[in-house]
């Protein structure tokens, strides 16, 4: 009769079921098996030098020794037969007319935590009540008792319970499996023999124990790593946003002297930047903090670029506000010229005259908020309706310079002349 066990965490159909199965023959499993010495053929240690209890290599025995239970008998037996299934030796633990009880165990190293193992455990209960007049098996329910156990980061995480003939019936093989995830990577097997009556001869055999990889998770793993492969995505993309970040701090300082609208533009573009990162920051912390430790590098790398990705906009804003007050040579504006007077067309608070009164052509600059240019002829004059806002105002001159106050809703006149010819600055507000 065939059971299943629940794992004591249901990872997913199929892991933690335990099933025995019986062999009428043996097929060895394709995949790389993990356990050491699962066939018994690399050697053995004999236990305080006790040639009657061997220990196979790769292997740990503990037994029982009391008022209830005998020490066994443990051998690495040679030979071949309806105890041998692999190789030319099997596991043999067995006593004569009195119970035993025996666990073989074994650590396994360089697991994946997450993903499904399945192990595989053939054993042959050989429980005879009596030899004559002839071979006669125990028919007791508890003749042959198996246990299996699994650690794995100092955890159990696997325990059969003790199964009985139902499960391992006696005078035949039959292959306990067992699927689960470790915890961490390592897995500690235990399987425990016991045969609690004193039967003439209470034996168990072990041989072609198997251990291999699914390649298949369980779904706590696999949405672990479904959370890394998006964080992996996240942060692939604040890269190539820190990268664009850091082209848009660039080009504003590229351009502060040149245009400021190309200059806006780029700390508008180092702000959205900036809005992005601190975004996917905050998306890859919270999958940080909702247990996935794995994702905490990640978490903490994302906070430092969205801090970097700040310092870009921060450089950006530098280069806007050098651009707001920034008035070029004269020489690099373009000019228009004319002797006639100027308006400028835009709101404005006051109202400055020029007048040119030198025989030769001055070149006037202003901002408005953009950068404007205007000749004035020789003996010409030009008024300028300085708007809200404006910063400056040069004129092409002598090296001398003066600073013009214009209060709002009124005028000022400069006359410019050979001996005052000069360079102004206004600034349009308030008296």
């Known amino acids: 009769m065939n059971k299943s066990y629940k794992f004591h965490v249901l990872l997913l159909s199929f892991i933690g079921l335990l099933t025995t199965v019986a062999l009428m023959g043996f097929d060895t499993p394709s995949q790389k098996n993990l356990l050491h010495n699962p066939g018994f053929e690399s050697g053995t240690n004999n236990w305080n030098s006790n040639s009657a209890l061997q220990v196979p290599a790769g292997w740990s025995l503990i037994w029982a020794e009391d008022d209830k239970w005998q020490q066994p008998l443990a051998l690495v037996w040679e030979g071949n037969g309806v105890f041998w299934r692999d190789g030319s ?26 993903e499904i193992y399945h192990l595989s455990l053939p054993i042959f209960p050989e429980i005879v009540a009596y030899y004559e007049p002839g071979k006669t098996y125990s028919g007791a329910r508890d003749a042959a008792e198996v246990q299996i156990e699994i650690y794995s980061d100092g955890q159990q995480i696997f325990n059969s319970g003790l199964l009985d003939t139902r499960d391992f019936p006696v005078g035949r093989w039959s292959r306990m499996e067992v699927n689960f995830a470790p915890d961490g990577g390592d897995a500690e097997v235990y399987v425990t023999v016991r045969a609690p009556h004193a039967n003439q001869f209470n034996g168990f055999f072990f041989d072609g124990a198997s251990l291999t990889a699914t390649g298949l998770f369980s779904p706590s793993k696999k949405l672990e790593l479904e959370k890394i492969a998006e964080v992996e995505d996240l942060m692939d993309e604040i890269g190539e946003i820190r990268d664009d970040a850091k082209k848009a701090a660039d080009r504003a300082v590229e351009k502060k002297h040149i245009s400021l609208d190309a200059t806006s533009a780029a700390f508008d573009a180092t702000l959205a930047a900036k809005g992005a990162a601190e975004g996917i920051a905050s998306q890859v912390t919270q999958i940080a903090l909702e247990g996935y430790d ?37 020489d690099a504006l373009p000019i228009t010229g004319g002797d006639s007077t100027v308006v400028h067309q835009a709101n404005y608070t006051a109202q400055l005259v020029i007048q040119n009164t030198t025989s030769q052509g001055m070149l006037v600059v202003w901002r408005a908020p953009q950068l404007e240019a205007q000749m004035v002829n020789a003996g010409s004059t030009l008024t300028v309706m300085v708007p809200e806002g404006a910063h400056a105002l040069e004129i092409n ?7 013009l106050d214009v209060n709002v809703g009124s005028s000022a006149t400069v006359v410019i002349n050979e001996v005052s010819g000069a360079s102004f600055a206004f600034t349009a507000g308030a008296e």
């Open 89 to 114: 030796k099997t596991y043999a633990v067995r006593g004569y007319d009195a119970p035993i009880w025996a666990r073989l165990s074994q650590r396994v190293d360089g697991l994946n935590p997450g």
């Open 294 to 330: 794995a994702v905490i590098p990640f978490a903490e790398e994302a906070t430092h670029t969205a801090i970097e990705i700040g310092g870009f906009a921060a450089i950006a804003n530098e280069a806007l506000a050098e651009a707001k007050v920034y008035v070029p040579p004269v």
């Open 397 to 403: 001159g002598p090296n001398a310079q003066q600073l």
